[in-house]
């Protein structure tokens, strides 16, 4: 099992920033990936940015060149810095985490991102 734990999520006008962090817990040893995605109602739930165990990352087309992930050392905590924020970036915010020889997910509660106009 892993535990994920979201924070950082807000209020920011279009054009700030924010920083995400996911704290997970549990079997992180066993972990192969994390990421972020995001959901608005009535919407799927979408890719933001995902990051592999090897280091390499993957970006949502609609991210690209704003939203950087990064994770720490341990690997048990992953960041999503969010750069020039629009408007059509609010969203409920999930970390996820990709687990085993089976590549189980994991979900986090959410955090909620508002950016206005």
């Known amino acids: 099992q892993v535990q994920l734990v979201e924070s950082g999520g807000g209020l920011v006008q279009a054009g700030g920033s924010l920083r995400l962090s996911c704290a997970a817990s549990?079997?992180?040893?066993?972990?192969?990936?994390m990421g972020w995605y995001r959901q608005v109602p009535g919407k799927q739930r979408e890719l933001v940015a995902t990051i592999i165990s090897g280091g390499s990352t993957n970006y949502g087309d609609s991210v690209k060149g704003r939203f950087t992930i990064s994770r720490d050392g341990a690997q048990s905590t992953v960041y999503l810095q969010m750069n020039s924020l629009k408007p059509e970036d609010t969203a409920v915010y999930y970390c996820n985490a990709r687990s085993g020889v089976s590549w189980i997910n994991y979900w986090g509660q959410g955090t909620q991102v508002t950016v206005s106009s």
């Open positions: 549990g079997r992180i040893f066993s972990i192969n990936s």
